[in-house]
């Protein structure tokens, strides 16, 4: 299995200082290092409009950074579970809901007046839903899938390839406040009685939403696949000699091959 819990970002800050040279009898010359910010703005960046046309997903390469203007919804375990092995179906529409689906936890509260607010919201880990992929494009409509740590490469060309969906992770860890500012309205909830606040279905219009990285493109391509099969082979030299974790969750890999970095 894939350690999708364990999902790493690292981002190191540019160093302020650029190298020099200083040859012996010559005058001092500058030596070129490209900085880290250069290489971040290297980046594609796409600004997507929601509802997403799927030529504009088809446009989309792995590791390209999204960011999302329009409606998406949330889910988790709870809705789909209610929706497909429940057999409730869809709370509403798709011109209600949208159709791009988040996987999250939304910091959600009822204010006095009887509005919500979202101020926040924590991306859970998307493997766990692959078992009701299948019956979810079906009723959901959805062409965009947003969580964490991603899914298998055949997952995506089973399930989303022909239903012409892409998969964007978020980036890292302790973002949920960054994406909290994209969030411009909660345009309406769904099974918040039958489901509570964590485990209902949030509608949230917004802008700017992101940033997300594609993980899969229309080609059903996994980004992180494609990168562990190159940091892979060396993982087992690096971890020569180390002892196993001591304190681990239950389930864990000692396999360090296995983890997504």
């Known amino acids: 299995m894939r350690g999708f819990g364990r999902c790493r970002f690292f981002l190191k800050l540019p160093n302020p200082l650029t190298p020099t040279l200083s040859p012996p009898g010559r005058g001092r010359r500058t030596?070129?290092?490209?900085?880290?910010?250069?290489?971040?703005?290297?980046?594609?960046?796409?600004h997507l409009d929601l509802p997403a046309r799927t030529?504009?997903?088809?446009k989309l390469e792995i590791g390209s950074v999204v960011y999302l203007n329009g409606r998406l919804f949330t889910g988790r375990e709870g809705v789909y579970k209610n929706a497909i092995e429940d057999g409730a179906g869809m709370p509403a529409g798709r011109d209600a809901l949208g159709t791009a689906n988040f996987h999250c936890?939304?910091?959600?509260?009822?204010?006095?007046?009887?509005?919500?607010?979202?101020?926040?919201?924590?991306?859970?880990?998307?493997?766990?839903?692959?078992?009701?992929?299948?019956g979810w494009f079906k009723i959901s409509g959805c062409n965009i899938i947003i969580g964490k740590g991603g899914m298998s490469?055949?997952?995506?060309?089973?399930?989303?390839v022909p239903n012409s969906a892409i998969y964007l992770t978020t980036v890292g860890y302790g973002t949920g406040a960054l994406l909290g500012r994209g969030i411009k309205r909660v345009a309406g909830v769904y099974w918040l009685?039958?489901?509570?606040?964590a485990q209902a279905v949030w509608v949230l219009d917004v802008a700017k939403f992101g940033p997300f990285l594609v993980e899969s493109d229309m080609a059903g391509n996994s980004l992180f696949e494609r990168e562990n099969a190159k940091i892979a082979p060396g993982l087992?030299?690096?971890?020569?000699?180390?002892?196993?974790?001591?304190?681990?969750?239950?389930?864990?890999?000692?396999?360090k091959t296995e983890e997504v970095i």
Do not use: C, I
């Not at 490469?153 to 989303?160: I, P």
């Open 31 to 46: 030596q070129h290092v490209p900085s880290e910010e250069n290489k971040m703005s290297e980046l594609k960046t796409v």
């Open 105 to 134: 936890s939304p910091a959600a509260s009822v204010n006095p007046d009887g509005s919500y607010t979202v101020g926040a919201v924590t991306a859970t880990a998307s493997f766990r839903f692959a078992k009701w992929l299948d």
């Open 153 to 160: 490469s055949a997952t995506y060309r089973e399930l989303f």
């Open 236 to 255: 087992e030299k690096l971890y020569a000699g180390t002892r196993p974790a001591t304190m681990r969750r239950y389930g864990e890999t000692d396999d």
């Open 193 to 197: 009685e039958e489901l509570g606040l």
């Open 55 to 58: 030529e504009d997903l088809r």
